[in-house]
Each structure stands twice: as C-alpha cells, then as structure tokens.
C-alpha cells in the first residue's frame, strides 16, 4: 500500500517589484515612475531575484519522495491545507502570522530571504539549514514552540484568529464606544479602541501601547494567556478609565458595542478583513484553543 508522504506548502507573497510591475502595467513605466522620483527600478528588481533565488533553493531542500505545493497570501482564505502539511512561509515575520490563522497544529518553518531586511523574529531559519528542520520537523519528538493565539468568538457565531493581535474599535481609529468587562468588573468606555495581544505580539503594537502608558504586562509566548490594553481612554459623567490593561487566562474579556456605525474587529493588521462590531454586538476574547506550531532551529 502506498504512504502518503507528507506535503511542503510554501507561503509567499508579491515582491515589492510585482507589486509594482501591476499597479504601472509594464517594467518600462514602473521604470519611468521610479526615475522621476531619484529612485531605480534595478534596485528593486534585483531583490526581486534574490528572492526567487531562495525559494528556488527552499524548494529544493524538500525531501525527494515529498509532495509540494506554493499558495500566495491572498490565496490562503481558499487553500485547503491538510493535516500532514509542513507549513514554510518565506518571506518578512508577518507572513507566518498571515498563515497562522489557517492552521490546525501544522509545524511552521518560517524562511528568511533576506536578513539584511528582516528581522527574523519567526521568519529565523536560513536556506541552508531548512533540508534538515524538513525532516526533522514530522519526527514524534520535533523540537516546536507552541505559539498562544487570540480568538475573538461574536455573538453571531463568527470567529477570528490572530497571532499577535486583535483590534476592537471604530474602522476611522475615531472614539470607539463600549462596555467592558473583565474578571468581574465592568464599565462603559470612550477610548481609541483597545487590542488584545498574546505574547507574540506583545513585541509588537502591544509594546509600543505599554511603553506609551506604562501598563506593563509579562507574557510568556507559549503561555495560555493575553492580554489587553485599551489605546487613550477618555474619562466623562457616562465613561470610565479603570479597566486600561489586564490578563486573560479563563474568564474572557467580554466587550460589548455602543457603536451605531463604523465599528469593527479584525486581526494581525489586516484592516480590509473586518467583522462589523455595530450597536448591541458582543465579542468575547480570550486565549484561542489552537496554537501555532513554530519548529525550532536546533
């Protein structure tokens, strides 16, 4: 009977140079816009190469006898990704977070084309050494890290996942108005919306929050746990500031909108694929059950 060998499905997204290949139509006028402004087009055409030229060796490194497969990120709402998969994003950090959302406990080996532009927080494993993690990575004792995620479960019975964070607040970043509560409190709020943050992304926006306000919170990246940190509250006779930051571990935070229009939810950053969060909307957030299975390079 044959075996069903495990698959290689590598993530990518476009190259600067693609991007601006389609919005100019032709090199030759990407070109033109590029030289009125001091800047080349060879610069960017070059890194261009250099890409393909990693993923051309990443897929290279697969095992002979493996199956393969390439998804670009604004396909992966519709690819199916199936159980046995290892799961090779190659490009900047916020890739693996892109994809993260799409998974069921597949490992993750994040490539980085380029350290020289990356920092390579989750993106950390060099060409060179991905032929080994490969192998490595579907052995019973694969060395990973258990990524906590942030799900956001809505009264209507839809879900979102993130990685490193989610936003709840007004789509124009203008005053969001809600009621909050958290382990046992409650209070209705004016604020710039808040974000719930796992540890992951408390590198992230979350850091630049605590630095700004000084509501720190330690969070362990492989903990079952969050956090949350509402972004400039603003005290009235109708709203209250106490409930700025705090962990969430079982009880959920319970977030409940007084928003007739314009509010929204979304993940990781991604602002064009909001959930509508109106007047009456409820959200609960909370450690997600699922985590990102991020092999280590060992």
């Known amino acids: 009977m044959a075996v069903n060998r495990p698959r290689a499905v590598f993530v990518t997204r476009e190259t600067d140079y693609e991007l601006l290949v389609a919005r ?60 046995d998969d290892v799961v090779v994003p190659v490009g900047q950090d916020g890739l693996v977070a892109n994809v993260a959302k799409y998974l069921d406990g597949q490992p993750v080996l994040g490539v980085n084309p380029a350290p020289d532009l990356y920092d390579g927080v989750l993106v950390r494993i060099g060409v060179g050494r991905l032929a080994r993690l490969l192998a490595a990575s579907i052995a019973p004792d694969a060395g990973v890290e258990s990524r906590t995620m942030v799900e956001a479960e809505l009264d209507g019975g839809e879900t979102l996942l993130a990685l490193n964070e989610i936003f709840v607040g007004h789509r124009s970043h203008q005053s969001a108005r809600y009621r909050i509560e958290a382990e046992g409190e409650a209070e209705d709020h004016s604020s710039s919306g808040l974000i719930v943050a796992s540890g992951t992304g408390a590198t992230g926006w979350a850091r630049s929050i605590m630095d700004a306000t000084h509501l720190d919170l330690e969070l362990g990246r492989e903990e079952h746990a969050v956090g949350f940190w509402v972004r400039e509250p603003f005290p009235s006779v109708a709203t209250a500031t106490r409930l700025r930051a705090g962990k969430i571990t079982e009880r959920p935070l319970l977030i409940t909108s007084r928003m007739n229009e314009g509010g929204v939810i979304f993940a990781d950053g991604i602002e064009r694929d909001f959930i509508a969060f109106d007047w009456g909307r409820r959200v609960r957030l909370l450690p997600a059950s699922r985590v990102l299975r991020l092999v280590a390079d060992q």
Not at 57 to 83: H, K, T, Y
């Open 24 to 83: 100019h139509a032709t090199r030759d006028q990407a070109r033109f816009f590029l030289q009125t402004r001091g800047q080349r087009i060879e610069d960017i055409e070059a890194r261009h190469h250099a890409f393909h030229a990693v993923l051309a060796a990443a897929r290279g490194s697969v095992p002979a006898d493996w199956r393969q497969a390439l998804v670009r990120r604004a396909d992966l709402d519709r690819f199916l990704f199936a159980a």
